[in-house]
């Protein structure tokens, strides 16, 4: 049998966890949340910076798990 990478990550968007190598729309769970996401930041509903906050330093803790995890890898 041959071994998949699965690899659990949550969306910065919903929280869903979901396998960042199975998805298209990474680091979002679904085009519906990358949507969001980008809607998000054009009508500047990021507004709270405590949230703001928050996203960032999941993003970059995903960034950098995501980074040791590849390492070596042609992605
Ligand atoms: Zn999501």
Redesign the pocket.
Same mark, same amino acid.
């Given at each position: 049998m041959s071994e998949k990478k699965d690899f659990q990550v949550s969306?910065?968007? @919903? $929280?869903?966890k &979901?396998s960042y190598y199975s998805c298209k729309f990474r680091p &979002? @769970?679904?085009e $519906? @949340?990358k949507m969001i996401d980008l809607g998000l930041w054009l009508t500047e509903s990021y507004a709270l910076p405590s949230r703001e906050r928050l996203e960032e330093e999941d993003f970059e803790q995903i960034q950098k798990t995501l980074e040791d995890r590849e390492e070596g890898e042609n992605f």
């Open positions: 969306c910065p968007q @919903c $929280r869903t &979901f &979002f @769970c679904s $519906r @949340c």
